[in-house]
């Protein structure tokens, strides 16, 4: 177990090096009255195609758990031998 006074002088000299390291602060420079008036730029379409790409994707899968569970609900007896089964499978290789 670290003794007090070891704990103290550590915590001394990590204070020290923190002081030392401090970053400079930056001064704001000031803006132009045209920066001011600068409109933003408008996400690119790229950007929106992503957005839809990415909501196509969540519907899908949506879809796909929806209709596992529908065909878990219709042979459940199935579905636990298969879910046995792949991880007898899974086991298995990760055994090697």
Do not use: W, Y
């Not at 204070?15 to 920066?35: F, L, M, T, V, W």
């Amino acid at each position: 177990m670290p003794r007090t006074s070891d704990l103290k002088t550590e915590l001394s000299q990590l204070k020290a090096d923190s002081q030392g390291k401090a970053r400079p602060r930056r001064s704001r420079a000031r803006k132009s009255a045209d920066e001011d008036n600068v409109i933003p730029p408008e996400p690119a379409a790229e950007d929106a195609s992503e957005k839809n790409e990415l909501g196509d994707l969540a519907n899908k899968l949506s879809d796909l758990v929806e209709n596992a569970g529908d065909e878990i609900r219709e042979r459940p007896v199935t579905a636990v031998l298969g879910a046995l089964a792949l991880g007898v499978v899974i086991g298995a290789l990760l055994r090697r």
